[in-house]
């Protein structure tokens, strides 16, 4: 069990580039969450799928944020126009019940 | 308006000691309290948990202390190792009502002094 797994680990874009990035939730979990974490606002809760399907889309800026579940192993949040503001680590989880942390994905916006 | 509160923001043992995080929340319906570390460069790591049925979860050196009446809770790091040094999150959700959103507090940061 490699746990959940997320890529790139860091990546770096201009202000105005479009960024995504790539979850694989641990095999046989139903639910995949995205948060966001900065030094300054914590762990924050973007959006959450049950089984493919969006669920729960309340901490995801109404604008230039998406996230896609297109299979049971991989989800994908695109950041769209990302602005200086977007840097942060984006943390993918999985979960039965017990909720599994990916190490993350450091985006850096320049 | 923070739901989940977490003190000291910031904490220093010496090897050995016991080390006392505390957490507190606001919304009655949370019902499942899981505690997360995380180490600098690393994504958070379950480390235990409680719901709200049970007044104490113990794992090792680690045990939950949990105050339903008082919205409290505590986590207790028994005889303190240098390797235990990391961020400790407290976390709650409504889980048996559906809500599978965890609502993080600012964070422990401890250090274990040799």
């Known amino acids: 069990n490699a746990g959940v797994i997320q890529t790139p680990r860091h990546k770096v874009t201009g202000k105005g580039q479009e960024a995504t990035l790539w979850c694989e939730p641990i095999s046989g979990h139903s639910a995949v969450f995205w948060y966001r974490q900065t030094i300054v606002q914590g762990l924050e809760f973007l959006t959450y799928f049950r089984n493919q399907a969006p669920i729960d889309d309340s901490g995801m800026p109404k604008e230039r944020f998406s996230a896609q579940m297109p299979n049971q192993s991989h989800s994908t949040l695109k950041i769209q126009s990302t602005q200086p503001q977007d840097s942060a680590v984006y943390l993918c989880?999985?979960?039965?019940?017990?909720?599994?942390f990916g190490k993350g994905t450091r985006l850096t916006v320049v | 308006q923070q739901q989940v509160r977490q003190s000291p923001q910031s904490l220093t043992v010496w090897e050995g000691e016991t080390a006392i995080l505390n957490c507190s929340y606001e919304?009655?319906?949370?019902?499942?309290f899981p505690w997360y570390q995380q180490f600098p460069g690393e994504g958070p790591a379950l480390l235990i948990s409680?719901?709200?049925?049970?007044d104490k979860k113990e794992d090792g050196r680690f045990t939950i202390f949990f105050n339903k009446r008082e919205k409290k809770l505590s986590l207790h790091i028994t005889d303190s190792q240098p390797g235990d040094s990391a961020t400790y999150f407290c976390?709650?959700?409504?889980?048996?009502?559906?809500?599978?959103?965890?609502?993080f507090g600012s964070g422990t940061q401890l250090t274990v002094m040799p």
């Open positions: 409680i719901r709200s049925v049970s």
């Open positions: 976390a709650a959700s409504a889980a048996s009502s559906g809500s599978w959103q965890l609502i």
């Open positions: 989880a999985s979960s039965p019940t017990e909720v599994f």
């Open positions: 919304d009655s319906t949370f019902n499942y």
